[in-house]
């Protein structure tokens, strides 16, 4: 049975082999822009980590650093960063293959790009009109939306202006207005 509880921090023993790469920047900014808001997995069967050690990670160098713990981690009161977690049980010799499918599943299919793009460019346009990094948090950045726009132009049609012209260089999508340029090669 899963149960939800709070763990220190300090406590958190991960599996001695992992082999998921984790861009720490990007989970850092995703704490900035919208706190921890994914749980982290523990064996209740060994007391490791299975899932969340690129979050725990980041905590630990925020907390180290001196940052502020973000929002949805509680402080106790010696000041240690309780961390939201499930404990699930699963059998030791599962446990590696437990943690690459929580890793791996939803992977697999990857993104409907089109979607995507408009998803992208609505937070990018949004984010302009206020000022800010609207992809801020995301994982994605302006290079990532730009060579997504430039795979969809590659798959058909270019995008017209409202008028029906298209410049060469210029391009706007017709879904959500975002703008862009570079010509695809």
């Known amino acids: 049975m899963m149960q939800a509880t709070f763990e220190r921090l300090d406590?958190?023993?991960r599996?001695?082999?992992?082999p998921k790469l984790?861009?720490?920047q990007?989970?850092?900014?995703?704490?900035?822009?919208?706190?921890?808001i994914q749980r982290i997995i523990i064996n209740d069967v060994t007391?490791?980590?299975i899932a969340g050690a690129g979050r725990v990670d980041t905590l630990q160098r925020r907390k180290v650093a001196g940052k502020?713990?973000?929002a949805n981690i509680k402080v106790d009161q010696d000041g240690m960063w309780l961390v939201p977690a499930d404990r699930v049980s699963v059998p030791e010799s599962k446990e590696e293959a437990a943690s690459l499918a929580l890793n791996r599943i939803g992977e697999n299919e990857g993104y409907d790009d089109?979607?995507?793009a408009s998803i992208l460019s609505d937070l990018a346009a949004d984010g302009q009109r206020e000022g800010v990094d609207g992809l801020a948090g995301t994982g994605f950045d302006g290079d990532d939306l730009d060579a997504l726009l430039l795979k969809l132009q590659s798959s058909g049609p270019l995008p017209e202006d409202e008028d029906g012209s298209r410049d060469e260089d210029e391009y706007r999508c017709p879904q959500c207005?975002?703008?862009?340029?570079?010509r695809p090669r």
Not at 15 to 18: D, F, K, Y
Not at 177 to 182: D, I, L, N, T
């Open 26 to 36: 990007d989970i850092n900014d995703a704490y900035d822009e919208f706190g921890f």
């Open 177 to 182: 207005g975002y703008e862009w340029s570079g």
């Open 11 to 13: 406590t958190l023993v």
């Open 15 to 18: 599996l001695p082999r992992n």
């Open 114 to 116: 089109r979607l995507l």
């Open 22 to 24: 984790h861009d720490l």
């Open 47 to 49: 007391g490791r980590l």
């Open 68 to 70: 502020e713990a973000p």
